[in-house]
């Protein structure tokens, strides 16, 4: 099944650390302005996924707002 989700974002991510065959870190969300650590590679990237649903569900939220509005 393929989702469509148009919710782009910008991300720096500072490696800290490389242990355990994985990266430490953190990661920042320029658009949010947040700043997320991370233990392993599998955190960031669900740390990022979870961003990018949060401000596609936000878009759908605000488009709906805005179409019951007229």
């Keep these: 099944m393929a989702v469509e989700n148009s919710a782009k974002g910008t991300f720096i991510v500072q490696v800290l650390n ?12 320029i658009d949010e302005r947040r700043t997320q650590p ?6 960031l990237l669900k740390l990022i996924d979870s961003a ?9 939220e605000a488009g709906s707002i805005s ?4």
């Design 52 to 60: 990018l649903e949060e401000a596609a569900s936000a878009d759908r």
């Design 38 to 43: 991370f233990r392993s590679t599998l955190e």
């Design 18 to 29: 490389n242990k355990n065959a994985t990266w430490q870190g953190t990661v920042n969300w």
């Design 67 to 70: 179409r019951g509005a007229h």
